[in-house]
Nanobody
Framework: QVQLVESGGGLVQAGGSLRLSCAPS????????MAWYRQAPGKQRELVAS???????NVADSVKGRFTISRDNSKNTVYLQMNGLKPEDTAVYYC?????????????WGQGTQVTVSS
């Protein structure tokens, strides 16, 4: 069984920075695309940024220029560096990864980590 373990959330003032990390535990062959989503109260979950195994990235317009997604394939870890945080970035942030096991590719979700930005 594969689990995604997230860390790095917390409370920060507007203009501050946080760095989220996510790594899988369990048995698997490799990890394909990794991504961060977020869900604010009363809103739908939305894609923040994604990165392929080769390093190609896709970043939402709402965070472009402030957030950077990266990954370390040797550690199967994905990071989200969040700078210039705004109160509207407040949400639960979820890690997502396409995990390749011996028999299939399957998406997994982390448990979520709260990011709160105070004004």
């Amino acid at each position: 069984q594969v689990q995604l373990v997230e860390s790095g959330g917390g409370l920060v003032q507007a203009g501050g920075s946080l760095r989220l990390s996510c790594a899988p535990s369990g048995t698997f062959f490799s990890i394909d695309t990794m991504a961060w989503y977020r869900q604010a109260p009363g809103k739908q979950r939305e894609l923040v940024a994604s990165v392929t195994r080769s390093g190609s990235t896709n970043v939402a317009d709402s965070v472009k220029g402030r957030f950077t997604i990266s990954r370390d394939n040797s550690k199967n870890t994905v990071y989200l560096q969040m700078n210039g945080l705004k109160p509207e970035d407040t949400a639960v942030y979820y890690c997502n990864a396409d995990v390749i096991t011996r028999t299939k590719l399957q998406p997994y979700w982390g448990q979520g980590t709260q990011v709160t930005v105070s004004s």
